[in-house]
């Protein structure tokens, strides 16, 4: 059972324009499953954790920015914030 994330390496990964697709950028990757029993999942960017994510709004939120409020909307049935972010003037 694998405990955490693992990138794909990048001689694994290609980034291109297609010309099937509109000449749009187009990601492949080459990747082995090696375990039938297990779960995989994909990501385009690496894990962001919720802890993370509040830290940070945190941060944020004790420079007292002036353009920048954060509001709590409810709490989710584990008891975590859903946060309003509001960027720029608010308009109530």
């Known amino acids: 059972h694998r405990t955490s994330w693992q990138r794909i390496p990048s001689r ?6 297609s010309p099937k697709h509109k000449m749009n950028y187009v990601l492949t990757f080459i990747f082995e499953f090696d375990n039938e029993d297990e779960e ?5 960017s690496f ?4 802890s993370d994510m509040q830290n940070y709004l945190h941060q944020i939120e004790s420079r007292r920015l002036s353009f920048c409020k954060r509001e709590l909307l409810c709490k989710t049935v584990l008891h975590r914030r859903v946060d309003l972010l509001v960027i720029g003037q608010d308009p109530r």
């Open 12 to 17: 694994n990964s290609f980034y291109y324009k």
């Open 40 to 44: 995989y999942f994909f990501a385009y």
């Open 47 to 50: 894990p962001y954790t919720y």
